[in-house]
């Protein structure tokens, strides 16, 4: 075999190299076109709704850069803003504002529209008519809701007459933020969403410091989402909603929405969108081709007959749960990313649409439930609930046709696609059962040195009052048995507890600064979600008090060894209960420093502020 190699003329053997030499990695910026996911076929669709979009070729000044590729891509950040200056700029109804910057120190921009002409907050405040906040790109792979956006903001006012969409904003008022994940946003590659159907090249999911930024309203670390919720305190709607792209397993309907149930912190908010709300928009969806739902969630996407989980009670990490905590009727939005681009943006064009004119409709009922539900103050409060799967309903489900094949690269079965519409019935699970409750106190009391999390605190709105001098108050602390969780989440060392927190009463010296929080207000259950240590998503389990976990002082043995003598010899029932540990724990008794350990933790060097959270509440 040698001697036929060495034969070859040269161009040959480079040839032959060429095919047998193993490919270079490619760089990590780089886009090789030979290479692309291999989604399952799209279930044909041909809406009502495409009039909605100008034609490619149109020759309309307003002409949005989506709709210049027939809705195949989506522009960048320069060139969306370019466009949305050009519109405020022609339209007296529409005005920019920016909301902050990003960690890049791009603007974020919020686009307002109103018939009325004043278009500060207190001067909308004024006029009454209610107000939607719509926000697109929190992850801005999925920014199906900016291109529906320009073309709607397009359509209410320079091209009011020909569309018919001005008398939208006579009942109501609206914010828009086109992209809140602004550096992710520029992050674009066709390798962003491997499992979405267009754009062509999306942006990221996350921000320039790689966080989520819907995993962020509870602790307020981005500078997007503390943005944005400065809007929501200036600005007050009375209706947000988050636009978004789920995966997962594939199905027919193309637009889903849903929010937080009556089980969840905002009941009465709930019954008015889900009993008026939601037909009105679903049959306006329905009319242009498209195919509404409810948020489709697998129990098991490699057992799609498994079943749907109902999400219905997020945490205040998220959108909906946070709006749920505040009394803020907010809705998630997710299209579904198997669905081809255009089909997406048209259909969030007129769920878009649709909710100005339910909001218009049913303000006054939206409005009234908000002020019942931030009146309510639920003792106990629930701070998360789980699944009872004994009180599973069937649903009929629009999916589609699968089957299960053998995979040689894996070695087990996966789930194929047909792309071929089915009606099934389902089991759905929703988490309706309380799992963690808490006690209403009075206040809680957060100490001064807690800077961080004052601030948090405030940046939610939540009031709070400052001590401007020192005070000696009886309060309930908690002592709690933690731990760190094995990795990193969201740029945050999460604390688990790992058994329930010791209540403890006790004389404490609150330093002018401290703040005191009330919980008879419209935000006290945020400030309860926030405050209580079992709350999933309270400050103590993001990682805001890892310094009570930490022990400072310590002994040396030649010291202690005799002092625990002298202990030992003083206390007879500390005796005895040192004999029966021993007894009891083998492990304890083999160990020199673990037998010291246990009586320096009862005795009166032992710090006796480690591991007790210094958040007070007052009962």
């Known amino acids: 075999m040698r001697r036929t190699i060495l034969a070859l003329p040269l161009a040959l053997l480079l040839v032959l190299f060429a095919l047998i030499a193993p490919v270079a990695p490619a760089a990590a910026d780089s886009e090789p076109s030979t290479i692309e996911a291999i989604l399952p076929p799209a279930v044909p669709w041909d809406g009502a709704s495409r009039s909605l979009a100008l034609p490619a070729a149109s020759d309309d000044p307003w002409l949005t850069p989506s709709e210049r590729s027939g809705l195949r891509t989506t522009p960048g950040y320069d060139e969306t803003v370019d466009y949305l200056r050009r519109l405020t700029a022609a339209a007296p109804e529409l005005s920019m504002v920016s909301l902050g910057t990003s960690g890049e120190q791009r603007e974020i921009w919020m686009v307002i529209a109103s018939k009325d002409g004043d278009l500060t907050p207190e001067a909308m405040a004024r006029r009454g008519k209610p107000i939607v906040l719509a926000q697109a790109g929190i992850h801005s792979g999925e920014i199906d809701g900016k291109d529906a956006g320009l073309m709607l903001l397009r359509d209410l006012t320079v091209r009011a007459e020909e569309t018919g969409r001005g008398a939208l904003l006579d009942d109501v008022q609206l914010l828009f933020v086109p992209i809140l994940n602004v550096d992710g946003h520029e992050r674009r590659t066709v390798y962003s969403r491997m499992n979405q159907r267009g754009p062509e090249r999306p942006g990221w999911r996350t921000n320039a410091r790689n966080r989520n930024l819907n995993r962020d309203y509870a602790k307020l670390d981005t500078p997007e989402v503390r943005a944005i919720v400065r809007a929501i305190e200036r600005w007050r709607p009375d209706l947000y909603i988050d636009l978004h792209v789920t995966d997962g397993i594939d199905y027919e309907y193309d637009i889903t929405w849903g929010g937080a149930g009556e089980q969840s912190w905002s009941p009465a908010v709930s019954r008015v969108l889900e009993g008026s709300v939601r037909p009105a928009v679903a049959a306006d969806l329905e009319r242009a081709g498209h195919v509404p739902g409810d948020l489709v969630f697998a129990i098991d996407g490699q057992n799609p007959d498994r079943g749907l989980y109902h999400w219905t009670a997020a ?7 946070y709006g749920a905590a505040r009394g803020l009727p907010t809705i998630l939005v997710e299209n579904h990313s198997l669905d081809p681009y255009d089909q997406r943006v048209l259909g969030t064009y007129v769920f878009l649409a649709s909710m100005l004119e339910a909001v218009g409709e049913h303000g006054e009922a939206l409005q009234s439930a908000v002020r019942a539900d931030r009146a309510l103050r639920p003792d106990p409060l629930t701070l998360g609930w789980t699944v009872d799967r004994e009180a599973a309903e069937s649903v009929d489900f629009r999916g589609v046709a699968w089957r299960k094949e053998a995979s040689e690269v894996s070695g087990d079965d996966y789930v194929v696609w047909t792309g071929v519409a089915e009606r099934t019935t389902l089991p759905r699970v929703g988490p309706t059962v309380p799992e963690v409750q808490a006690a209403r106190p009075v206040a809680y009391w957060v100490p001064a040195p807690w800077t961080e999390v ?24 908690d002592q709690v048995a933690a731990r760190l969780a094995a990795e990193p989440f969201e740029g945050r060392a999460r604390v688990e507890l790992t058994d329930e927190p010791t209540p403890l009463r006790r004389r404490v010296e609150m330093p002018a600064g401290s703040v005191r929080v009330p919980t008879d207000q419209p935000l006290g259950d945020l400030a309860m979600l926030l405050l209580e240590p079992r709350s999933t998503d309270s400050l103590f389990q993001w990682g805001f008090f890892l310094g009570i976990l930490q022990r400072t002082e310590y002994y040396e043995r030649y ?16 005796r005895a209960a040192f004999d029966a540990a021993l007894e009891a724990d083998a492990e304890l008794a083999a160990d020199p420093r673990a037998r010291l350990d246990w009586l320096y933790q009862r005795s009166p060097w032992l710090d006796e502020r480690w591991k007790v959270y210094p958040v007070g509440r007052e009962r």
């Not at 004052?454 to 602390?477: K, M, N, S, V």
């Open 315 to 321: 945490g205040p990490r998220f959108s909906d749960g």
């Open 559 to 574: 010291v202690f060894e005799p002092t625990a003598q002298a202990m030992l010899a003083a206390d007879p029932a500390l």
């Open 454 to 477: 004052i601030e948090r605190l405030e940046l939610h709105g939540i009031r709070t009052e400052r001590l401007a001098a020192p005070r000696t108050l009886e309060l309930e602390l």
